[in-house]
Nanobody, 123 residues
Framework: VQLQASGGGLVQAGGSLRLSCAVS????????MGWFRQAPGKEREFVAG????????RYSDSVKGRFAISRDNAKNTVYLQMNSLKPEDTAVYSCAADFRGSGTTTIASYEFWGQGTQVTVSS
């Protein structure tokens, strides 16, 4: 199983980035997907999740209204559109596959994880 995140980079505050996560080695449409982030010295935190058929999405309060998660089951890819970025969004962003299928906020439900991509937002 491979989850390959890409699209990170350096952006000024107020800017946008779109992250992608290409998934292989599992039945993509059977899994919920999530994005998590981890800043230096902090614990990993949930950012956004999407159910297996895109019917349900959920977001952390800190990104609600600025970020949008989506998926393309034909391409085995999940996306995270990040707008109005803030310096506090700086972190390594990782995608993960949720065996329960809901895109839950619960980290323990995520069975497979990608390596992550660095997002740095300058002020």
């Amino acid at each position: 199983v491979q989850l390959q995140a890409s699209g990170g980079g350096l952006v000024q505050a107020g800017g946008s980035l779109r992250l992608s996560c290409a998934v292989s080695g599992l039945t993509f449409g059977s899994y919920g997907m999530g994005w998590f982030r981890q800043a230096p010295g902090k614990e990993r935190e949930f950012v956004a999740g999407i159910s297996r058929r895109s019917g349900d999405t959920r977001y952390s309060d800190s990104v609600k209204g600025r970020f949008a998660i989506s998926r393309d089951n034909a391409k085995n890819t999940v996306y995270l559109q990040m707008n109005s970025l803030k310096p506090e969004d700086t972190a390594v962003y990782s995608c993960a596959a949720d065996f329960r299928g809901s895109g839950t906020t619960t980290i323990a439900s995520y069975e497979f994880w990608g390596q992550g991509t660095q997002v740095t937002v300058s002020s």
